[in-house]
């Protein structure tokens, strides 16, 4: 057993004085720097229990000024309120104010949508030197936590699992990692509305990707625009209505979500019913992406040039960090040929580049399990264009980092676009030897290291396997595949 000294040694590492956090709270004498400042900030709601669980120890171990429930108070009105309050002790010569905002760090914990939500609140305050974030995985799929090597699996929430995840915070490494902005714009529609349709009424679903105001630059009379920002990922097709029909589930019987273990399966059973698994035959095809929209990319500072999507294509995932569904790599690390001849590179988050993959169905994703698997891989590219194909269906659904949402789409219009841009970078906390790979690390592996070595097309070498799967691409246990046919 840790001594108690020693143990409030460690923690006074972490604390911050309250007159920091909340003016005139106390005199400053006697107060002195920590070595790693931490705000912490909890989606109380995540994970079944723990997250108030995790709520009620942080607030037991640091000062209750620097420990947020995100059902209480937004990280912005948070962030905002801390650092007028440094700046404003920065300004009267307090040594200790620029101390801990330059060494300030954040720690978050919720799902991909709440770490999301704190990236996007961080991004928007455009600090001088904004905090480097760690993710506490305590939703489902977990991927930004995953990628920077913080694990996928729901944690401990007693005081010994607290402590650790502290210790790992003030060893980790800050790597930035690049941010992207989304553009949706089509003619106002004469009736009814085009509003994205969510599933869940939180106030992070609502900040990555929202209708812009008449006063926004980017607003354009007679149209409606909306826009967002993503770290990881977007994605449109089935993968994303799965994820609808799933938060949609959770809405409406929160009951039975209590824990991780339940909200993979009951994903995966979704996945089953809602047809991820034979798509082929209950998937109308006016869904599929080439059907559905024209796909356009760009290199760096190139030309737009059209992208073939082949006609099977039901998925298609814009990827940022090398995590996907709960810990999959639909890019993979392409070999030497592939590298020459389509002029790919291995997935790094700070390139400026997105990864474009493409999934038929579920069965397609499993191949991702095999050793070396990956997706059909479509491009890479500094900025992406969807055009929608005047009538080609109704609606669509999207999915930015973990949050799903039901587009509908104006079927007399053909003026409906999607367009995807490079937007800056932010500082992520990582662990040593973390999935996430920087263009710029001395310490990243050689690309030969782990390199795919198939020679043939992108589609082939699929591999079924039944066990390990995360839960877009996972089979339900009750199903025998030999019994498929």
């Known amino acids: 057993m840790a001594h108690p000294d020693s143990e409030s040694s460690f923690l006074g590492e972490f604390r911050i004085p309250s007159y920091l956090l909340v003016p005139d709270s106390e005199d400053k004498n006697g107060s002195v720097a920590p070595r790693c400042p931490v705000l912490v900030f909890i989606n109380s709601k995540s994970g079944g229990q723990l997250g108030g669980d995790l709520l009620v120890t942080y607030r037991s171990l640091l000062s ?22 440094l700046e404003k002790l920065r300004s009267d010569g307090d040594e200790l104010a620029t101390q801990v905002q330059q060494a300030l760090k954040i720690i978050v914990a919720g799902g991909d949508g709440t770490a999301g939500w704190l990236l996007g609140v961080v991004s928007d305050l455009k600090l001088s030197h904004p905090p480097a974030i760690a993710t506490v995985p305590l939703g489902t799929g977990n991927n930004l936590p995953f990628s920077f090597g913080w694990g996928k699996k729901n944690p401990g929430t007693d005081r010994l699992s607290v402590e650790s995840f502290l210790k790992q915070v003030i060893e980790a490494k800050e790597v930035k990692i690049d941010s992207w902005h989304i553009l949706m714009r089509m003619r106002a529609p004469e009736e009814g509305s085009c509003d994205p349709i969510a599933p869940l009424e939180l106030p992070h679903s609502l900040h990555a990707f929202q209708r812009v105001s008449s006063t926004d630059e980017m607003n354009m009379e007679g149209y409606h625009t909306f826009r967002g920002g993503f770290w990881n990922y977007f994605s449109m097709g089935m993968d994303a209505q799965i994820s609808y029909a799933f938060h949609s589930e959770r809405k409406a019987h929160p009951e039975k979500f209590k824990n991780q273990l339940i909200n993979q399966s009951t994903y995966a059973k979704l996945g089953w019913t809602q047809g991820w698994f034979f798509a082929s035959l209950v998937h109308p095809s006016s869904r599929n992406i080439a059907q559905l929209a024209k796909v356009k990319i760009m290199k760096r500072h190139g030309q737009w040039e059209e992208l073939h999507i082949p006609h099977s294509i ?5 990827l940022n960090l090398p ?55 479509l491009a890479q590219a500094h900025r992406i264009k969807f055009e929608f194909h005047k009538g ?80 877009t691409f996972k089979l339900p246990h009750e199903v025998d595949i030999s019994r498929l046919s």
């Open 323 to 377: 995590s996907f569904s709960g810990g999959l790599n639909p890019w993979g690390t392409p070999n030497s040929t592939k590298r020459n001849e389509r002029d790919l590179t291995p997935p790094y988050v700070d390139d400026g580049l997105l990864e474009v993959v493409g999934f038929r169905d579920a069965w397609h994703g499993l191949v991702l399990l095999a050793p070396n698997g990956h997706g059909t891989r």
């Open 64 to 85: 209750e000024h620097q420990v947020f429930d995100l059902g209480e108070e937004a990280p912005d009105k948070v962030l905002r309120r801390i650092y007028l309050n």
């Open 392 to 471: 080609a269906a109704d609606h669509t659904y999207m999915r930015i980092d973990g949050e799903p949402w039901k587009q509908p789409l104006p079927l007399d219009d053909d003026t409906v676009m999607v367009e995807i841009s490079h937007l800056g970078q932010v500082n992520m906390l990582a662990t040593h030897g973390c999935r996430a790979k920087s263009v710029h690390d001395p310490s990243t592996p050689s690309h030969h290291d782990e390199e795919d070595n198939d020679s043939g097309e992108e589609d082939s070498g699929e591999e079924f396997r039944k066990f390990g799967a995360a839960e």
């Open 314 to 318: 039901r998925s298609i995932v814009c």
